[in-house]
Structures are given as C-alpha cells and as structure tokens.
C-alpha cells in the first residue's frame, strides 16, 4: 500500500466503440465522446489537487473525425493551467483502427475545472503546476476507470464481475494491437482479487502480453485501485487471459510476428 504518490500531469482512458454507443451511422455519439473527455478531466484534476472537483465550463470542442463501431478509443487529459481553485485539462481525443493500427484525432478542447468544498482543510490554494519533465515513450498500456455507485454492490465495493470486465477489456485492447487482427476471449485460467474497491476510487488497469503461442495470446492483468483525495493506491487483483486470434470465418490464425524494435 503506498500513500502521497506524485501529482501526475496526463491520465489516459482506453475503451472500445461497443454498439450501444453508435448512432444509426455507426459512429460514437458525440455525447458519449464528450462524457468521455469528461471523466479524463476530472481525473486528471482529482490526481493533481487531491480534491472535489466539478466541471465549470469546457472551450469549443471540434470533432474533427468520427469514431467507428469496433475503434479503440484513447483519450489523453494533462494540466495546462493551475490556479487558486480552479485548473485547465487538456483533452486529445484519437480513435485506432484495431485491425490496421491507424491512429486518427477525433477531437480536442480544454476542461475547466473547479475545487469545491473547503480549501482550508487542503492547505489553502491548489498546488503549483508541475514542472515539466521529460517523459520516455513506452509501450506500456494502462488504462484508468472510474467506478460510479450503480457498479458496486450493497456493499458499497465494485462488483468482481464489473472488474473483471474492465479487465478483459483490457486484454482484448493488448491483444488486438498485438496480433492486429480480430481477437476473441477463449479462457480466464486465473483471477484473484485482494482488496476491495468503493465508488469513486478509480481503477488502473495494466495488461501485458506474457505469451505468445501459434493463434493465442496470454494477457496477464494487473488491477490497482486509486483514491483521488488521498492519493493512496494498493493492489486490488490481477488476472490472466487466454485470447485467440480469428478470421472472417471466425476459425483461429497465426498471429503475426512481433515487429522489429529500432535501435
């Protein structure tokens, strides 16, 4: 368990269009894209100021392109202002193609955040901006999820069948990218779950391709629940999933081979 982790200046959530969230055209609501932007703000916001923030306006949102049914959606929020009570989050909005990896903007504009409540108990004024760093381009994907009260239980926690859909959603974005080709769930061979996660807490999901056979892939998940006032994060569960690469004709095929990494 760790406590007063660093103010971070980027949060990125990653989801799939899924048909419910599709006008007749095919393509994301733009309600949806903009609740969306939305939740990275306010986590990004909640991250630096350890704070209850609510959204006080957003500047002009151009959707630029549509996201398609069957897209892995990634959305970027980092800080650009910080003052008294109040900070901005930049939101960039791309939509990838699963099967080819192309990578497209849909959309971008800045979110206005404000602190609510009483400063004084947080010391007074928000903190500082962060001064910039460098930041090493990785290949790592991690993926965060806030978790609203119709998710969770009489209990007040998440329910286990809502992580482990989080979960799984994450081992079908690793996969995909991986073998860049239609990915179906075949097995969870193991799931463990050690601490609790209650509404408002946010979850961070780190899949990682462990093995790659002939036309399956294993996808082994790390789970860690976050609390935005506090900063205190812990280890929530993990898992491991069994996904397969498939055709038109829904019958497994080779993955492809990793591509070659520039020196």
Same mark, same amino acid.
């Given at each position: 368990?760790?406590?007063?982790?660093?103010?971070?200046?980027?949060?990125?959530?990653?989801?799939?269009?899924?048909?419910?969230?599709?006008?007749?055209?095919?393509?994301?609501?733009?309600?949806?894209?903009?609740?969306?932007?939305?939740?990275?703000?306010?986590?990004?916001?909640?991250?630096?100021?350890?704070?209850?923030?609510?959204?006080?306006?957003?500047?002009?949102?151009?959707?630029?392109?549509?996201?398609?049914?069957?897209?892995?959606?990634?959305?970027?929020?980092?800080?650009?202002?910080?003052?008294?009570?109040?900070?901005?989050?930049?939101?960039?909005?791309?939509?990838?193609?699963?099967?080819?990896g192309?990578?497209?903007?849909?959309?971008?504009?800045?979110?206005?955040?404000?602190?609510?409540?009483?400063?004084?108990?947080? @010391?007074?004024?928000?903190?500082?901006? +962060?001064?910039? /760093?460098? *930041?090493? #381009?990785? %290949?790592?994907?991690?993926? !965060? &999820?806030?978790?609203?009260?119709?998710?969770?239980?009489?209990?007040?926690?998440?329910?286990?069948?809502?992580?482990?859909?989080?979960?799984?959603?994450?081992?079908?974005?690793?996969?995909?990218?991986?073998?860049?080709?239609?990915?179906?769930?075949?097995?969870?061979?193991?799931?463990?779950?050690?601490?609790?996660?209650?509404? @408002?807490?946010?979850?961070?999901?780190a +899949?990682?391709? /462990?093995? *790659?056979? #002939?036309? %399956?892939?294993?996808?082994? !998940? &790390?789970?860690?629940?976050?609390?935005?006032?506090?900063?205190?994060?812990?280890?929530?569960?993990?898992?491991?999933f069994?996904?397969?690469a498939?055709?038109?004709?829904?019958?497994p095929?080779?993955?492809?081979?990793?591509?070659?990494?520039?020196?």
């Amino acid at each position: 368990m760790t406590a007063g982790q660093p103010a971070t200046t980027s949060t990125t959530l990653v989801d799939v269009v899924f048909p419910g969230d599709t006008n007749h055209h095919g393509t994301l609501f733009g309600g949806v894209g903009l609740a969306h932007m939305d939740k990275v703000a306010f986590i990004a916001a909640s991250r630096h100021g350890r704070r209850a923030f609510v959204t006080a306006s957003c500047e002009r949102v151009d959707f630029d392109r549509p996201a398609k049914l069957g897209d892995i959606i990634e959305l970027t929020g980092a800080l650009v202002r910080v003052g008294r009570r109040s900070l901005g989050v930049e939101v960039d909005f791309f939509a990838e193609t699963p099967l080819t990896g192309e990578r497209r903007r849909c959309g971008r504009s800045v979110f206005n955040m404000v602190a609510v409540g009483d400063l004084q108990d947080g @010391g007074g004024a928000l903190p500082p901006m +962060p001064a910039p /760093a460098a *930041v090493a #381009r990785t %290949s790592e994907l991690r993926m !965060v &999820e806030m978790v609203f009260p119709e998710q969770t239980s009489h209990y007040g926690s998440l329910f286990g069948g809502r992580a482990l859909e989080a979960m799984a959603k994450s081992a079908f974005v690793a996969a995909s990218r991986r073998a860049r080709a239609a990915v179906v769930l075949a097995a969870t061979p193991w799931s463990e779950f050690v601490s609790q996660i209650g509404a @408002g807490e946010v979850m961070e999901i780190a +899949p990682r391709i /462990a093995r *790659v056979g #002939r036309s %399956s892939m294993t996808v082994d !998940v &790390e789970l860690t629940a976050e609390n935005l006032l506090t900063g205190e994060r812990r280890r929530a569960g993990a898992a491991a999933f069994t996904m397969v690469a498939v055709g038109a004709d829904h019958r497994p095929i080779p993955v492809r081979a990793a591509p070659e990494t520039a020196l």
